[in-house]
């Protein structure tokens, strides 16, 4: 089990993530992905503006490899297509915290931080989870199927 | 002798209560009711009232546990109870109790009984609606919209077309911009509900949200929202019309009611992680007889600079269904630069007047505390005035930057002078949060209209809390609203020589006059309180008629329908009528035997009646307004002016006509024939009619006067026992006195209007005090079925009590209550209403 472990290091430095609060959905903008800063922050084109969003709920790999993975992932799932995002709240440097949803699709909308998760790109924060448990379940299904982050031997 | 006597009054008051006479507003909140007491947040909330039965209210709140806070009342907001009581939410994956929910609640009832609750699903892909039948005891999914979606809004509107004479619509955000679908209702139940129309695309609406929709008596549809959704702001509320609203029109191109500078996510101190937006509201003015019938009211937020934090409450209106909209008004009175957010607008359909609720951070320092404020405005004027703005919420609560913060919108239900708004509220005014102020709770309040007084010779006070003497002879309005609700009161003038002095409100020394008979219009139903309708002097007691029918009040008195009642004083003298739209009037008589007179206080409690001689007085005004909705403005300067303007313009104004009184009359019209011109303009007056009186002195006065707390109303004693030597005035007003602090109100509820044969019912009285806050009553009730006593008295506890009737036999019941307080206490008993129960199926006889 070569679990990237250090990774909850990284928990120190998203305190706004922290606690063992469930999560509580905000209001919702749709628009598009631009660009994909990292495994969890992204620019989101809305009206005339843009906005960086930190997609909470999610551990990034610290790991350099594990990172680009989980980026190609999540570009494959978000960029350039519209998405509806939820915000959560902001952060002191200006990003907006927020739940993503993809929207290309009425009949296939998907939760990213879930898909992320639930691929083993990324670790669930631990103490969060969303109303449903999604994030846990993921997590689980993604353990059980030793994907990603979780397999048993990497590289 | 005179301070103590005073004091000791103080005291028991403040066993007793705080008389709600003391609010000084044309509001009164009552006190905060916590409806969740729940660990977890329970913020962003819809309420909803049943337009068939005022007692059934529900309430719905977003919360961060799996589905959604659910709460329902049979008492009219009194008590609150759980579709399912072991977690106090539905959508949550119990059967029966719809798809999971994610979040944005939002409700309606129609006047068929059905309610309509929509919500975003656990996947937040889909708009669901669910439908109940039985008030939100059981739930059946009715629709579910798929797509990417927002903020669901659910309407049901009467409207004039035959084919839906309740037009549903839901409105909400889909991939970016505003769709809608209806549907005719034309009863109660699934069935009755038509197909929804094919997905309406609101035509220029991308990048717009956070909005309202509204339907006109004729069914045409209105929807508004914010653009952009993002950003802080400026934006625009943008509005579409769809003239035809169940027809195959659609909406029409976007206008622009007004820019703001409240964008869609504006982060302001006292949301500093949800951000608020302008939270647009409609309402239509659904009022037959109101003169702005049809008018369409916007309220949104918008901020004096951008980004400075300083939010306020606006208001426009349209006569033309939102194609063209007024100049704003503000809404919120205060002085200071802090935020006002989250409005919502109401219109009473019974009334016209338009009620809005927010949150208001103005007494906060650092713009972070809230508290609930509310105002009304009238339907009379030409643009609306709003009253004073009154705080209702008991505590202040600061968010305690959870991820919701106090949520998106806040919820606010206004029916027959009655307004229920629900807040998220992290305060524990309530002290039964569970914990404490860590979380939200969901909290609501019944806010009714203001305290309103004619009290000895006479002097009045309006319903926003202002004194004045008004000695006009005559039978004038002194009370209306838009329902049909109207108290008329006969005054009769008195020979006086001797005038204590002016009337310190308009300056104006005069003769005096009593009032000596009320009228009321209670719902459907005349009643009148009047001296022998012969003419002939008869101390053996006023004359009670309903519908010009000489009655006599029973001990549980006389249900007049629609929540209409008349009741003998709880004193023991006296009557007292609850009107439907549920404000209270209390006649206190007195026989006045040297001049073979009666004379009565008249108060009324809980009015959100805006017109007559009571009326509230509007900011900048110094009486109420006129019949016909003109102000008179500031008050001169001139005492002659004012004299001229009190007892020609506006006495005459309100001044009774044989064509619009509500008395009875026998052979004697001199009652209401009294001529304009009294009281003349200075000193005192006598009068041909009646002899003149002794003076007493003030000293004597002031004794007889001391146990009145109230200091205008001991003022007010003094000055009538001064000019007409009647020391009964004391004993009245001692008797108002002690009816404020002292009377309750028992009210039955149960679960379930019906039950099956062979079942035990479990019915529940809960026990208020009626015009006064204080500890809740103690004591004990009695039920009766079919009149029959129980025979057991159950204790109260927290004014509640309980009884499991035996088994009753099938058909209805007809069930009351009756409460005998604690002697200690020292509260009146009280009677409620009937409630009817069905008891269905069982042995056939």
């Keep these: ?155 | 002798m005179q301070m103590k006597s005073w004091l000791a009054s103080g005291l028991a008051l403040v066993v007793l209560g705080t008389p709600l006479s003391t609010a000084g507003a044309q509001l009164t909140g009552g006190t905060d009711r916590n409806m969740s007491k729940r660990t977890n947040d329970d913020t962003e909330c819809a309420i909803t009232k049943n337009p068939s039965n005022n007692q059934q209210l529900f309430s719905f709140c977003n919360t961060s546990t799996a589905g959604l806070f659910a709460s329902r009342s049979t008492d009219g907001g009194l008590t609150w109870t759980y579709p399912d009581a072991s977690d106090k939410t539905i959508a949550d994956g119990d059967a029966g109790q719809g798809p999971l929910g994610c979040c944005d609640p939002n409700l309606a009832w129609d006047t068929f009984g059905n309610l309509f609750l929509t919500y975003l699903d656990a996947t937040a892909a889909n708009v669901v609606t669910l439908l109940s039948t039985d008030a939100g005891l059981t739930f059946t999914t009715l629709a579910s919209f798929a797509g990417s979606v927002d903020q669901p809004t659910v309407v049901a509107a009467n409207t004039t077309d035959p084919n839906a004479p309740v037009a549903l619509w839901i409105v909400w955000n889909q991939a970016g911009a505003m769709v809608a679908r209806g549907a005719a209702v034309t009863g109660l139940g699934a069935a009755n509900i038509g197909a929804f129309n094919a997905l309406q695309n609101i035509p220029g609406t991308f990048d717009c949200s956070f909005g309202d929709l509204a339907v006109s008596p004729a069914g045409v549809v209105v929807q508004a929202c914010g653009s952009p959704r993002t950003g802080q702001g400026p934006s625009n509320i943008l509005v579409n019309i769809d003239a035809d609203g169940l027809g195959p029109g659609n909406f029409g191109p976007t206008i622009i009611a007004t820019a703001t500078n409240v964008g869609g996510f504006d982060f302001i101190p006292a949301q500093a992680q949800r951000s608020v937006d302008p939270e647009a509201g409609l309402a239509f003015d659904n009022n037959a007889t109101s003169p702005h019938f049809g008018r369409l009211y916007l309220v949104y937020t918008d901020e004096t600079a951008p980004e400075n934090n300083d939010l306020d409450i606006r208001l426009r209106w349209s006569d033309d269904n939102g194609a063209t909209w007024s100049a704003f008004i503000r809404v919120n009175d205060d002085a200071t630069v802090r935020s006002q957010f989250m409005p919502k607008i109401a219109a009473n359909q019974l009334s016209g007047n338009v009620g809005v609720c927010w949150y208001d951070a103005r007494n906060s320092a650092a713009n972070t505390a809230v508290q609930i404020y509310c105002s009304i405005a009238t339907r009379l004027t030409p643009t609306p005035v709003f009253f004073a703005n009154v705080r209702i919420s008991d505590g202040a609560s600061t968010s305690n930057g959870s991820f919701m913060d106090f949520g998106d919108y806040a919820g606010l239900v206004y029916f027959q002078g009655l307004m229920h708004p629900i807040w998220g509220d992290i305060s524990n005014s309530t002290a039964d949060n569970p914990n404490l102020t860590a979380n939200f709770d969901a909290y609501t309040d019944r806010v009714w209209g203001g305290t309103a007084a004619s009290e000895g010779d006479p002097h009045l006070r309006t319903v926003s809390g202002v004194h004045y003497d008004f000695q006009a002879a005559g039978e004038f309005t002194a009370l209306r609203d838009g329902s049909g609700m109207e108290i008329q009161l006969r005054h009769t003038p008195v020979a006086t020589t001797f005038t204590p002095g002016a009337d310190p409100y308009t300056g104006i020394a005069t003769g005096v006059s009593v009032n000596s008979a009320v009228a009321a219009r209670v719902g459907t139903r005349r009643v009148t309180y009047q001296p022998n309708i012969s003419g002939v002097p008869d101390p053996s007691g006023l004359q009670l008629r309903i519908d010009g029918v000489l009655t006599t009040l029973g001990p549980t008195g006389i249900d007049l329908g629609g929540g209409g009642y008349v009741r003998r004083s709880a004193s023991g003298n006296g009557i007292e009528i609850d009107f439907p739209d549920g404000s209270t009037l209390v006649a206190t008589p007195g026989w006045w035997s040297s001049q073979s007179k009666w004379y009565m206080n008249v108060n009324v409690y809980n009015s959100s009646a805006t017109e007559g001689t009571m009326g509230p007085i509007l900011p900048g005004d110094w009486l109420p307004m006129l019949r016909n909705g003109t102000r008179l403005g500031p008050k001169p300067a001139s005492i002659d002016q004012r004299y001229s303007d009190l007892y020609k313009t506006f006495a005459e104004s309100w001044r009774v006509t044989r064509a619009t009184s509500l008395f009875d009359y026998g052979s004697d019209t001199a009652t209401f024939c009294v001529p304009a011109g009294w009281p003349r303009e200075r000193s005192a007056c006598v009068s041909a009619s009646s002899p003149t009186p002794t003076p007493i002195a003030l000293v004597t006065a002031q004794g007889l006067c001391a146990g009145l707390v109230d200091r205008a109303r001991r003022a007010n004693c003094v000055f009538d026992l001064r000019a007409t030597g009647e020391r009964g005035f004391a004993r009245t007003y001692q008797v108002t006195q002690r009816i404020e602090v002292a009377s309750t109100a028992t009210v039955i509820s149960t679960e379930q209007d019906s039950s099956r044969f062979g079942k035990p019912i479990t019915f529940a009285a809960v026990v208020t005090r009626k015009l006064s806050r204080g500890r809740p009553p103690t004591g004990s009730v009695e039920f009766l079925v079919d009149g029959e006593k129980s025979g057991f008295s159950v204790p109260l506890e927290g004014g509640r009590a309980f009884w499991k009737s035996p088994i009753l036999r099938p058909g209805a019941h007809r069930v009351t209550a009756t409460y005998t307080p604690d002697r200690a206490s020292g509260l009146l008993p009280s009677f409620s209403a009937e409630a009817r129960h069905l008891v269905s199926g069982g042995p056939v006889r």
Aim: hydrophobic residues 50%; contains cysteine.
């Design chain 1, 1 to 155: 089990m070569k679990m990237k472990l250090a990774a909850v290091a990284c928990l120190a430095l998203v305190p706004i993530l922290s606690g063992a609060l469930a999560h509580r959905r905000g209001d919702s903008a749709f628009g598009r992905i631009t660009a994909v800063r990292s495994a969890d922050v992204v620019v989101f084109a809305h009206g005339a503006g843009t906005y960086d969003l930190r997609i909470i709920g999610i551990v990034p790999p610290r790991d350099t490899a594990d990172a680009r993975v989980a980026v190609t992932f999540l570009a494959e799932l978000v960029l350039n297509r519209n998405v509806r995002m939820r915000l959560e709240g902001r952060l002191p440097n200006g990003q907006l915290r927020a739940r993503l949803f993809t929207a290309d699709s009425a009949a296939a909308i998907q939760e990213v931080s879930v898909e992320l998760v639930r691929a083993g790109v990324v670790q669930k924060q631990p103490n969060f989870d969303l109303k449903y448990g999604e994030l846990g379940r993921a997590e689980s299904d993604a353990r059980a199927a030793r994907r990603g982050l979780w397999a048993p031997v990497r590289r």
